[in-house]
């Protein structure tokens, strides 16, 4: 079955610092994998996503991930870190295009606090 | 486009009152997605339309809960004789068909609060 883990509950980085949020998920074939950012009493925005291709991923914000299929891992990076990033980030995966119901599992997220 | 928008934001309701919650998605968004999200966790998957047609429901979908898309335009979640247990956040989501159908776009999400 699909799963996602995130094994980071919680991190603390000093803005400025360089960030990298942990993702590892499970699934048969080819994964569809996405980032996305909650900010407090918000919906779900996306910051990025990979389908195929290149393995390394930009997207807004300035962050990236990387797709690695040997340590079924998409790790989300940031090279500095600003106040404003302080949220909680959620790793998905997505089932195929062809046919599927394209739904969403999620890990359990992983909470940015960002200290001065 | 205002993008995916739910209403209410917040019900505060007693334990074995019904609510309803509504989703309005992005217009040309023929794919509509419902997630429950509760404290510390990731959302996950209850229900999903195409169109008018619900497609796929999770098994956390009690009989309680049902979903409708009747035009095939806004959706509406309602929670029957409500428990404490259905305190959560739920997000509505929408795709396109083809190409970007992966990439769902969710809304602000509506707390529901159950006493």
């Known amino acids: 079955a699909q799963s996602v883990t995130q094994p980071d509950i919680h991190i603390t980085v000093s803005e400025g610092a360089s960030l990298e949020l942990r993702c590892n998920y499970s699934y048969g074939a080819t994964p569809y994998l996405f980032w996305y950012v909650q900010s407090p009493g918000q919906g779900l925005q996306l910051l990025l996503k990979y389908f195929s291709g290149d393995t390394l991923v930009q997207g807004i914000k300035g962050f990236e991930a990387e797709f690695k299929r040997s340590q079924s891992s998409f790790n989300l990076r940031k090279p500095s870190v600003h106040w404003s990033d302080a949220a909680e980030y959620f790793c998905?995966?997505?089932?195929?295009?062809?046919?599927?119901?394209?739904?969403?599992?999620f890990g359990t997220g992983t909470l940015l606090a960002v200290q001065p | 486009d205002t993008g995916v928008s739910q209403n209410p934001r917040h019900k505060i309701t007693k334990r074995g009152q019904n609510v309803t919650f509504r989703c309005d998605p992005i217009s040309e968004h023929n794919r509509l997605y419902w997630y429950r999200q509760t404290l510390g966790q990731g959302p996950e998957f209850l229900t999903y339309f195409q169109n008018e047609a619900q497609l796929e429901k999770s098994r956390l979908l009690s009989d309680r809960f049902s979903a409708e898309r009747p035009k095939g335009s806004f959706s509406t979640l309602e929670i029957q004789r409500t428990e404490q247990g259905d305190s959560a956040m739920y997000l509505c989501a929408s795709s396109p068909t083809g190409v970007g159908a992966n990439v769902l776009t969710f809304g602000a999400g509506s707390r529901l609060t159950v006493l």
């Open positions: 998905a995966v997505g089932a195929g295009i062809s046919g599927a119901t394209n739904k969403l599992i």
